[in-house]
């Protein structure tokens, strides 16, 4: 249930610029190191982060997932949500109230007074000063000082609210119980009610892009994700191809999204929600939270301390020049060495007549183990040029591999740690 979504200018130009983005589905188990029930995921990066649950529940990484250390989070109660607002400032809430802050990412957490009693489900902040809580029996609360003072708000409804997100604009969306949606436009001093069509519950609702305010998702029971145009003013239902309930939804780029929820699912949209893909989390357990701290390493979270992360993702690629080669080629990648990037460019060749061209580009570590694949799609006729970060992997030497057609090259390079 989070909406701070990460852009660099160089993506948003690739997508302007007929790049393409290239997927891959793999992910692999974390241990958490504990079997409570896991509600929320929160990165600051791709290697800090918090996962929080019940009984007061608050695990933290600073080496993306690769090691988790408990939190004192000075509570029983069951947290829903975790928040960063900065990598140091950050909050969770939950049961009886609860609002937790910690300003040193994650160590060490204090109490604040919501000036409530029910469950908050849901807490996000839009900077620094101002934040917003949702919970059961309609209840929205608000601060402008860092969460030291929190007022209610009046959504116009009594149900049970689990999300709500906002752009820095002041336009926020609550969903809950009974297909419940509500649209503010002035920073919830006023709430309209919004047809979802529905009567369902919807646990999760995100902008694709906080800059784009009219393209607006929620996920919820039985598989159900609405689309809005117009920033909620209507909704329409997409096609998923799942009927388990769905958590959570988190974007990448405005068109690429993640669904995850019951029995293990992950799906996957790279159009906008037009199409949705099933990929494979390797368990049946539910899933509560997804989070993509990059567009190429993401993390799930569920039942029984479940952390599934991947580090394949989406990946960037750049058609380089619009001459069309005669030849294949597999570049030496540059910088070499590098850390932790390096670009590694490639050339494919017409084939008669073929329009597009089955292509994997594959890194390997120096025992010959497949580490990550970064290409895997046809690609037409052209030069390319991919980024690979190497952040999440050790120094030293690993090999990159262009299989395309019959065409096989391996080249090797260096991480200097």
Known sequence: ????????????????TGAILSQTTTWVTLTSGTTQNLYSVYFTDANNGC??????????????GTNWTNSNSGSSSDFYEVFFITPTTGYTSGTNGTIRKTTNGGVNWSGLTSGTNVTLYEIFFSNLNTGFVAGENGTIRKTTNGGT????????????????????????????ISGTIRRTSNSGANWISCSSGINTQLFDVRFSNQSIITDIYAVGAGGKILKTLNSGVNWNSLVTGTTNDLYEIHFTYPTVGYAVGENGTIIFTSNGGVNWTQQTSGTNN??????????????????????????????????AGNIVPAE??????????????????????????????????????????????LVNQQ???????????????????????????????????IMVK
């Open 286 to 319: 539910r899933f509560h939270s997804v989070f993509f701290p990059e567009p190429y390493v993401g993390y799930a979270v569920g039942i029984n301390g479940t952390i599934r992360k991947t580090v394949t993702g989406f990946v960037n690629i750049e058609p």
């Open 149 to 176: 003072n929190w007022t209610a708000l009046s959504p116009g409804t009594n149900n049970t609210l689990y999300e709500v997100d906002f752009t820095p604009a002041g336009i926020g969306i609550v969903v809950g």
């Open 379 to 413: 690609l037409n006729p052209g030069s390319y040029e991919v980024e690979w970060d190497g952040s999440n992997y050790p120094g030293g030497v690993y090999f990159y591999r262009l299989k395309a057609g019959e065409f096989t090259e391996t080249r090797k390079m």
């Open 1 to 16: 249930m989070k909406s701070n979504i990460l852009f660099s200018a160089i993506l948003l130009l690739a997508l302007s």
């Open 51 to 64: 996962v929080v649950g019940e009984n007061g529940t608050i695990r933290r990484t600073t080496n993306g």
């Open 328 to 373: 294949f080629e597999l570049s030496q990648n540059y910088p070499n060495p590098f850390n932790p990037n390096t670009m590694i460019n490639f050339s494919i060749p017409p084939s008669n007549g073929v329009r597009g061209m089955d292509t994997k580009l594959t890194i390997f570590d120096i025992l010959g183990r497949e580490i990550t694949t």
